[in-house]
């Protein structure tokens, strides 16, 4: 008897298979967004808000895309607002405080460690790393995720993979 590798079915606009796709996603949605954040107080409440839009467009859902990789998608936008609302929030405070930075200077927060490093990156690359080596997702996968065509993730991954090892580097040079 062959085991079905497939993924679970959802039906689009059905309220009990949407309940299951919470069921069944919630902790990954939360780990990547944990990952990414690196506050898991934030990343609770973008799951939550990404849960609130998933489930008002959760009608309008293509089965084409798996549904966690649509849902992660949603995740992920709901993430990067947040995380620029939050920038722009702290470069303003940080200007009131003490003025405009020196350009010259390093970042005198930057910690150690691949969290650290994948705080760094912009979003949509620490998404791509935690997506394929963290979730084990398929280009296609990630495609649907990100909402970007399946031949381009190759290239952003390997980007991604770049700029995480540079700053890697560039901690081990401190």
């Known amino acids: 008897m062959e085991m079905s590798t497939d993924r679970p079915s959802y039906r689009p606009g059905n309220r009990e298979d949407f309940d299951r796709l919470f069921r069944d996603s919630y902790r990954r949605i939360l780990y990547t967004l944990t990952r990414i954040l690196r506050?898991?107080?934030?990343?609770?409440?973008?799951?939550?808000?990404?849960?609130?839009?998933?489930?008002?467009?959760?009608?309008?859902?293509?089965?084409?895309?798996?549904?966690?990789?649509?849902?992660?998608?949603?995740?992920?936008?709901?993430?990067?607002?947040?995380?620029?609302?939050?920038r722009l929030r702290g470069l303003g405070e940080t200007l009131r405080r003490v003025g405009r930075p020196n350009p010259d200077s390093r970042d005198p927060e930057a910690g150690v460690g691949l969290a650290q490093a994948l705080r760094r990156l912009p979003p949509r690359d620490a998404a791509l790393i935690v997506l394929r080596h963290h979730h084990g997702y398929t280009n296609r996968e990630i495609a649907a995720a990100l909402g970007v065509p399946e031949s381009t993730v190759s290239s952003r991954l390997a980007g991604a993979k770049e700029r995480l090892r540079a700053q890697l580097d560039w901690e081990e040079d401190r």
């Open 39 to 86: 506050d898991p107080s934030a990343a609770e409440e973008c799951a939550q808000e990404a849960f609130v839009q998933a489930y008002r467009a959760w009608g309008r859902w293509k089965p084409e895309a798996p549904a966690e990789a649509w849902l992660h998608r949603i995740a992920l936008n709901v993430a990067i607002s947040y995380r620029r609302r939050e």
